[in-house]
C-alpha cells in the first residue's frame, strides 16, 4: 500500500512540474514538438515508473521474508535493488531513445529534455556511459 502512494505522489508530482514548465516555457516563447513531449512523457512512465519499485521491492521482500536480518544483509539487499534499477535504465533508455528516434524526434533536443526530464545523465557522465547500446558499442543517434 505504501508504494501505491508513492507512486501516486511521483505522478503527481510529475504532472504539476510539467505544467509548471510549460507555462515557463510558453511565457519565454519556447514550442517544443507534440513528438518530444510524448517522448518525453513516454519515457518517464515506461523508464521512471519501475525504477523506485525496482529499488525497494528486494528490501521490502526481505522485510517480510526475515525482519530479523542486519544491517549488513538489508545493505546488501538495497545495492540489489540499485543493481536491479540500473539495469532496467540502462536496457530501457536505450529502447527508449530508438522508440524516440522512429518517431522523428531531434537525438539533441531529446537529449536535453531527457536530462530536464531525470530520464538522462548529461553527456559523458559516468552513468550515461552505462546505457546498454553504448556498453555494446553503438552510437545513440536518437
Known sequence: ???AYIVAFMAVTYLVLSIIERRQERALGIVRSKELRR?????IFWINGPVLPLLLIPLILLRHFAP????LVSSCFLLLGFLIAWAWWSVNVSLWRRWAKRRGVDSEQLQDQGQSSSLLWPKGHFFERTEYDRLRGKKNDA
Do not use: K
Request: glycine share 16%; proline share 0%.
Open 39 to 43: 517522448a518525453i512523457w513516454a519515457g
Open 1 to 3: 500500500m505504501v508504494m
Open 68 to 71: 530479523d536480518s542486519g544491517v
